[in-house]
């Protein structure tokens, strides 16, 4: 995927409550038109995604959130049954978000 630019991780379903799927845009800027956005591209990423989580886990057991390149988080829904899905305004704060991938960069950085 040398088309989109993201940084991402995961966290697997626990005693019955959702996994966690984060996702930032890391995109170059306007001087690389050949990238694409994460909103342009959410299923050629969701298929990136799924081929690196366990194999017994599918992508609608996951909240699954993504920052944009104007810093503000939208919510992926992936329907379980057809695989579609949509994109909502996340119930979580936008703050909330921030700091859950804050904290979760910085436990990768240490």
Same mark, same amino acid.
């Given at each position: 995927?040398?088309?989109?630019?993201?940084?991402?991780?995961?966290?697997?379903? /626990?005693?019955?409550?959702?996994? #966690?799927?984060? #996702?930032?845009? *890391?995109?170059?800027?306007?001087?690389?038109? =050949?990238?694409?956005?994460?909103? =342009?591209?959410?299923?050629?990423? !969701?298929?990136?995604? =799924?081929?690196?989580?366990?194999? *017994? !886990?599918? !992508?609608?057991?996951?909240?699954?959130? %993504?920052?944009?390149?104007?810093?503000?988080?939208? =919510?992926?829904? /992936?329907?379980?049954?057809?695989?579609?899905?949509? #994109?909502?305004?996340?119930? /979580?704060?936008?703050?909330? !978000?921030?700091? #859950?991938?804050?904290?979760?960069?910085? %436990?990768?950085?240490?």
């Amino acid at each position: 995927m040398d088309d989109v630019a993201f940084n991402w991780f995961w966290q697997p379903p /626990v005693d019955g409550h959702p996994g #966690l799927i984060m #996702l930032v845009e *890391d995109h170059p800027g306007p001087d690389h038109p =050949e990238i694409r956005f994460i909103t =342009e591209a959410i299923q050629d990423v !969701l298929r990136h995604i =799924e081929a690196r989580i366990a194999k *017994d !886990l599918q !992508l609608f057991q996951f909240r699954i959130y %993504a920052r944009d390149v104007y810093d503000r988080w939208i =919510e992926i829904v /992936v329907a379980p049954v057809r695989r579609n899905y949509r #994109l909502r305004s996340p119930r /979580v704060s936008q703050g909330h !978000l921030s700091e #859950l991938w804050d904290s979760r960069n910085e %436990a990768t950085i240490q």
